[in-house]
Every structure is written in C-alpha cells, then in structure tokens.
C-alpha cells in the first residue's frame, strides 16, 4: 500500500457532518503488523521522511506543523517519539501545552501558539495545542470562567468564534508557507481503560498515571462530542484532519509518517540551484583545499 493512500483513508478535509462512529478505532487497513508489508511500509517511510526533511531544511521556504490530539494514554507521545526517529532532531521543535499559567491567561487563547509555530524549513510538533480550547475547554466551562473574557463575547456561539478563530489562524498559516497537518488519536474507551490498568499494574509506568486521568475519563462522551464538532468545524483542505485509528500504537505511527510522507510529496522541497558563478567558486576552493593536503588529492 502505498503512504499516500493510507493517509488518504483517513484524512479529513472538509464536511460539518463529520461522524465520529464511522472510524474504527482498531481498524488497520488490512495491514498485520506481523507481515512484511507494514514492517516495510514504515522502514520506508522513515527513510523518505529523513531525505524530505533535510530538503525543507535546506530549501528553507515550508515548515510543517504537526498537531496532535487525543485522550490520555492514546500514545501521543510515543508517536512523537516514533516520528522524531525519522527526522534529524535539528530541524524539528517539539511543544506540549499544559493548561495555561497567569501571564497566558491574560492573552487571548491563540497566544502561546502563535509564538512558536514553526518557522521556514522546520518542523514543528505541538502536543496538544490550541484545540484544547475547544475540548478540555469547553467540556468545563468554567475553565472559560477563568479567562476573564468580556461577557458579551463569552455567549453560547462562543465555540463557533473559537472555530472561526481557529480557521482563520490556520488559513494565515496555510497561506505563508506551513503546512498544518493534524491528528486525533483515535482510542476507543476500553483500550484507554487497558492502557490506564497497565500503567497501575507496571511499576516503571505508574508515574504516567494520574487519578486526574480517571477525572476526565469519566467525561468520555462529552469528549467525544467536542472531537467530533471541532473536526467537523476545523476540517479544510489546507488544514486536514486525520483520524487515526490508534489501538494499535504500531498503526497510528504508520498512518502519521504516511500522511507527513504525503505532505512531503506536494510540497516537493529541493536543494537550493548552485549557479555558474558559485559552481567556479567552489571549484577553485576545491583545488586551494586539495593542493593544501599534504601530498594533494586528485
Ligand atoms: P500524558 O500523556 O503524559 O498524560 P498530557 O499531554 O496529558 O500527557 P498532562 O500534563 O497530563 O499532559 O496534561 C496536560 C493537561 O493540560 C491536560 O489535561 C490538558 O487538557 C490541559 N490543557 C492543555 N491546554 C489547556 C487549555 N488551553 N486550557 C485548559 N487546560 C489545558
Ligand atoms: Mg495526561
């Protein structure tokens, strides 16, 4: 199968009716993890990822931004793991928000992500990132509460304002040169429970556990609500979403080198052209520095 396809089948690009039911969370393409065929599939996409980053890099026109959502223990970090073994750690930052401070708190919600979405020739990664204005927000309104908004503008289509303010910050980023790819990692609530038992049962895991977690757990379908919502109202094809059965850890990190492999692919980043005039410079550096080592150097 190839990286393009795959991430096709779970990109979402448009569309207010977007279902949330209609992806199974433990789908896999038919692929096995097991078989060659997946093994090879993401041998080969980190290669390509390798070769592409170094092109942006050196091009220095795209950045790519990658975000990523999910509930707890859904694997993001292990996937940001995955996909930064692919890439020279040079090119890529990589940004996790947790819930906002005072001083972020007196800026409006977009703030902090403004200031470090990636520049020309990076890769930026935001582990969670301004959609949880529209989740964790929105699922405890008085979160909302906290950020001492004018009441006019805290009424009920407040969440449409944040969507519309959403899409326009991405369309901006879009029209500038990133490209903004993003990613639900899409659990279903028994493998989360499973995930969540693990890391009780595990001694070397129980610091990922937070009775925090089993907080907002119990929240579950009112998360799903606003997943399916913010999806629905931010999908656009400069802006995609994917939904990535995640399950299987090993497929979601498939599905996420495929999409940016993709994304690599239309952007076609290239070394800069060495013109005539840099070429003969070189050339005569060349013959200074071969004359220089001892005995010189054909
Ligand atoms: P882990 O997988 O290690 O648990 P995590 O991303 O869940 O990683 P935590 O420190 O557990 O990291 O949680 C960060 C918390 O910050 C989340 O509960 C998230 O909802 C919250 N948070 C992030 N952005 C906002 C925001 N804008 N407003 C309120 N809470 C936020
Ligand atoms: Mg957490």
Known sequence: ???????????????????????????????????????????????????????????????ILIILQAMDAAGKDSAIEHVLSGINPQGCDVHSFKAPGPVELNHNFLW??????????????????????????????????????????????????????????????????????????HTSKDEQARRFIDRIDEEDKNWKFSPSDMAERAF?????????DMIGNTARPHAPWFVVPSNNKWFSRLVIAAALVSAFKEIDPKFPDVSDDEKRR???????????????RK
Not at 145 to 162: F, N, V
Not at 220 to 228: L, N
Not at 282 to 296: Q, Y
């Open 220 to 228: 579950w379908d009112d998360y799903m609500h606003a997943y399916e």
């Open 1 to 63: 199968m190839k990286a393009e396809d795959l991430a096709a089948r779970y990109r979402i690009d448009k569309g207010k009716d977007f279902r949330l039911d209609k992806v199974d969370p433990s789908d896999t393409a038919g692929l096995d993890i097991e078989k060659d065929e997946a093994k090879e599939l993401l041998a080969e996409n980190l290669d390509d990822m390798r070769k592409q980053q170094e092109r942006l890099y050196a091009e220095g026109k795209w950045s």
């Open 282 to 296: 070189m050339k005569e550096a060349r013959e200074i520095l071969a004359a220089e080592i001892e005995g010189g």
């Open 112 to 185: 902090r992500h403004q200031l470090v979405v990636p520049p020309r020739g990076r890769i930026g990664i935001f582990n969670r990132s301004h959609y949880e204005e529209v989740l964790v927000v929105r699922v405890h309104p008085e979160l909302l509460e906290a950020q001492s908004l004018p009441e006019e503008l805290a009424g009920k289509d407040i969440w449409e304002t944040r969507f519309e303010d959403i899409r326009n910050f991405e369309s901006q980023l879009a029209n500038n040169g990133t490209v903004v790819l993003k990613f639900f990692l």
